[in-house]
Structure formats: structure tokens, C-alpha cells
């Protein structure tokens, strides 16, 4: 994991324990080590509604007792009728704070320009939030702890010009890049973890959706950081009906330095290697029904890791056949048609069996 240091890894996996067998109490475990807040949704308001493209919105917003408050998409067919199956997508990091929910989900307003570049460069252009509705799901698409509405008021650095430089987004995408570091230290002082915010958030979020009169069920859905959000609302919130986790599962243990540093403080919150290797937090689940979707190409895991981890999820499931699927797809790291396609056909199987 250190080049420099080979040795370390051997040393603290020997002297602190590091990916223990997953028990039966993981998940509490999990939401201790996470110091995962206490949140509930608070003064719900629809600011607005439309319909476009075959759908009806919603634009929610509600409080969890700090900061501003959260906005949300919630889309559902415009014509639905009956309580409908709901999924609470998350949106990823991709080094975009700027964005939150409009980067999977379109809104009243057309996209910003960077939306619509991250759009094509991980969902094949895609929102896939409403891609998910059209095929007949109520989706909750909200603004996380650091993101879109939720966003710190960092001073981004200054356009050099006078040549057309970096937008406004792009200026504050670096300067919130910088500033997750000391948002990830100031978690860790107040108890908690910038993971265990977020996740906070997300049991909120789902909370409210489950609560509504119009929704059958609840899963989740997420690519990347928005994959572990998902995973982490799985294990945390027993009823979660559904997981879809796209291009966001390895074994920890074959993480290189490249690896490591390509990701968000939110994946690496202090003290989780010690109760369990990635993966078993995944399937702590288990036999809950779980969707892995592994890019073969992937440049941030190692295909060595990825296999690792089908591997022990499998047989975390192994009382379960069925229950757990793990596809392979050759693909870098992003959420494309085909890979969307067999989520949301996923989803659609596994919600209807439910309640059936």
C-alpha cells in the first residue's frame, strides 16, 4: 500500500487486528465506528412540481438540524397509479461538490455544463435518476453533507484571466477538494466521520421516502461514492429492501498507494479495517439482496481486489443463493447504459418479488 514502507502494512495488520471475519453484529458495530449522527427529516416542504418527459417531479426540502437545507428530486411516472417501488440514488463524488443530485437526476432546468460533462464522461450522458422513473420507480435524488445545497461557502480561487479560464463550479470543485481534508479532520475531532455524516444523511433521507403513503418499498442505488453511500445505507438500515453498488467494491488489503490516494476521505473513515475488510461491510446485509457491478477496466480498484472481494461476498451469501449477484463488466469507472440496464432490470426483479 506504501511503496516506501512495505513493511508497514504487515506490521499494523499484525499489531491492530485489520480485517477480521465480519460477525453477526457488524452493522452495529459499523454505526458506532462510524459515529453515525442521530438525523431525522424535519419541515419537509415541496418547493415546486412539473412534469417533463413522460414524468411528474417534485423539488423537497427539509432540515436536518445544521447547515442549509437539503434539496431534493423526488421523480416517479407522470401517470402512476398505486404505491410505487422507491429508490433513494446517490449521487457520486467525481470531484464535483458544486453538484450534488442534479449530477444523476434533471430538474426543472436544463444541466450546467459541467454536469453535463461529468454526465458524459461516467453515465454515458445520462440522468440516470430519470432514467430509473421512466421504468416505473418513484427516485429520491438528494443533496448530501458538502454537496449542491448542502455545499460549504468556500472562497474558490480567483478566474486569472483575461483569457476564459475555469468556471465558477470548476474554481470550487478545487478549492472543496482541499477543503475535504480539513472537513474529514474537523469529523473525526466532533466524534463522528465524514463518512458517518453522510451516512446519517442518507438514513435520513430514506427514512422520509419509506414514509410516504405512495412508496411500496425502499432500495438504493449509487456509482462510486455514491456506490459506498449505498453499500453503507444497506448495512446501517435493515430495511432497505435493495442494494445496487456500481464500481465501488475491492478488498481494502490489495489497495496500492495510487489507489488509495484516488479516493475520498468518505470510503476511508477511521477504525473500519478493523472490524471488517470492505467487502464484508457490503454484504453485512447478507442474505438482504445485493447487486455488485465490477468495471473490469476500472483504473481506481485492482481487478486482483475486485475478484477478492465477489469472492467473500459470495460466500458471505452462500445461505442465500440468489440473493447476492456480482457481474463483471468491461468497462472503466462509470455507470454506462448497459450497466444501468441490468440495475434497473435488477431492481425491478428484486422489488416486485417483494411484494408479490
Not at 413522460?54 to 426540502?61: I, Q
Not at 449509487?222 to 449505498?230: E, I, K, M, N, V
Not at 442465500?320 to 448497459?338: E, L, Q, S, V
Request: aromatic share 8%.
Amino acid at each position: 500500500m506504501l511503496d516506501a514502507f512495505p513493511d508497514l502494512a504487515e506490521i499494523a495488520a499484525r499489531s491492530r487486528g485489520l480485517f477480521p471475519p465480519p460477525g453477526p453484529d457488524l452493522p452495529e458495530r459499523l454505526r458506532d465506528a462510524l459515529g453515525v449522527l442521530d438525523l431525522r427529516p424535519a419541515g419537509v416542504r415541496v418547493e415546486r412540481r412539473w412534469t417533463a418527459g413522460g414524468l411528474a417531479g417534485e423539488e423537497l426540502s427539509w432540515t436536518v438540524g445544521f447547515g442549509p437545507r437539503t434539496r431534493a428530486f423526488l421523480l416517479r411516472p407522470r401517470d402512476a397509479a398505486g404505491p410505487l417501488p422507491g429508490v433513494v440514488a446517490m449521487h457520486c463524488h467525481a470531484g464535483m461538490k458544486w453538484a450534488g443530485k442534479d449530477k444523476i437526476a434533471d430538474g426543472p432546468e436544463p444541466p450546467a455544463p459541467e454536469v453535463v460533462r461529468l454526465r458524459a464522461r461516467l453515465y454515458d450522458g445520462l440522468a440516470y435518476a430519470n432514467e430509473l422513473a421512466r421504468r416505473g420507480f418513484a427516485v429520491l435524488a438528494h443533496d448530501v453533507f458538502a454537496w449542491g445545497s448542502r455545499r460549504f461557502p468556500l472562497d474558490p480561487a480567483p478566474d486569472p484571466g483575461p483569457e476564459p479560464g475555469p468556471s465558477e463550479a470548476d474554481r470550487y470543485d478545487r478549492a472543496a477538494r482541499d477543503h475535504e481534508h480539513v472537513l474529514a479532520k474537523a469529523c473525526t475531532l466532533l466524534g463522528t466521520s465524514f463518512a458517518g455524516v453522510l451516512a446519517a444523511e442518507d438514513l435520513a433521507a430514506a427514512a422520509y421516502l419509506r414514509s410516504r403513503a405512495d412508496i411500496a418499498s425502499v432500495g438504493t442505488l449509487g456509482l462510486s461514492g455514491g456506490g459506498a453511500r449505498a453499500a453503507l445505507l444497506g448495512a446501517l438500515d435493515a430495511d432497505i429492501a435493495a442494494v445496487a453498488v456500481a464500481a465501488m467494491v475491492t478488498s481494502f488489503r490489495d489497495l496500492r498507494e495510487e489507489h488509495v490516494a484516488a479516493h475520498s476521505w468518505a470510503l476511508f473513515p477511521p477504525g473500519l479495517t478493523r472490524l471488517a475488510d470492505w467487502p464484508g461491510v457490503v454484504a453485512a446485509r447478507a442474505p438482504a439482496p445485493l447487486l455488485v457491478l465490477y468495471g473490469t477496466a476500472d483504473p481506481l480498484f485492482p481487478l486482483q481486489g475486485m475478484r477478492r472481494a465477489h469472492r467473500d461476498i459470495t460466500e458471505a451469501y452462500r445461505d442465500a443463493p440468489g440473493r447476492y449477484t456480482g457481474t463483471f463488466f468491461d468497462a472503466p469507472h462509470r455507470f454506462d447504459r448497459p450497466m444501468q440496464d441490468a440495475a434497473f432490470t435488477w431492481l425491478a426483479d428484486t422489488l416486485a418479488a417483494r411484494h408479490d
